[in-house]
């Protein structure tokens, strides 16, 4: 006698691949980490003639920041020039603020917020965080360059006649022979470079583990 066994089927699941760690909260929230700590780092180096005089954290950039130096202590100009330091201390003592930058930092913040998410719209909008904090620093550095150039004091311009102007003119003069062979420059410091790239950093990584996401 035959019986029939019903013939056994095995049923295979497709399992989803694991998103790795690229695919995780942990690079993206990272990157945006780096880039807002290193707002704490000085971001501005002015030199004169290569030799550092002051320099500006991130955080001084974005919240407000004293351009006034002080030129005693750094001993670039002696006795003979100190009226012609007072004269120009006026443009320079006032307090700046990089709006730029301020975008930059907030966007550090909010893509770092945004990053701990698992909901894919709001891990979108964590990689347009990342693309607006390496531009606002882009866009901040090129402003702050851009105003050191234009509100750099002319030592040449003429005062009115009189004694007084006389006076100032002549100590002009001699300072205008000694800002030629002086080179002010504002440089961004590696610090600067290496947030601008941890924030493109933060919004690969975003994208990425936005395109993991099911």
């Known amino acids: 006698m035959e019986t029939n066994q019903p013939a056994s089927s095995t049923t295979y699941t497709a399992t989803t691949p694991s998103p790795g760690i690229f695919g995780s909260k942990i690079p993206s929230s990272a990157a945006f980490l780096v880039a807002i700590l290193l707002f704490l780092m000085p971001f501005v180096d002015i030199k004169c003639n290569g030799t550092s005089l002051k320099t500006f954290s991130g955080v001084q950039l974005a919240t407000g920041y004293d351009v006034n130096m002080d030129q005693n202590k750094g001993g670039l100009f002696d006795n003979m020039q100190e009226k012609a330091v007072d004269v120009t201390a006026k443009a320079t003592d006032k307090k ?38 390496a531009g606002g620093l882009i866009a901040g550095m090129m402003d702050i360059k851009k105003d050191a150039k234009t509100e750099m004091p002319n030592m040449k311009d003429k005062t009115p006649d009189n004694d007084v102007g006389n006076t100032i003119d002549k100590v002009s003069d001699k300072m205008g022979d000694l800002t030629d062979n002086i080179k002010i420059t504002v440089d961004f410091t590696p610090w600067f470079y290496i947030s601008v790239v941890a924030f493109l950093g933060g919004a690969f990584f975003s994208y990425r583990r936005m395109s993991s996401a099911r």
């Open 96 to 133: 700046k603020q990089s709006l730029f930058m301020l975008v930059a930092l907030i966007a550090g913040g909010a893509g770092l917020l945004l990053s701990l998410t698992n909901s894919k719209v709001l891990i979108g909008i964590a990689l347009v965080a990342g693309l607006a904090g």
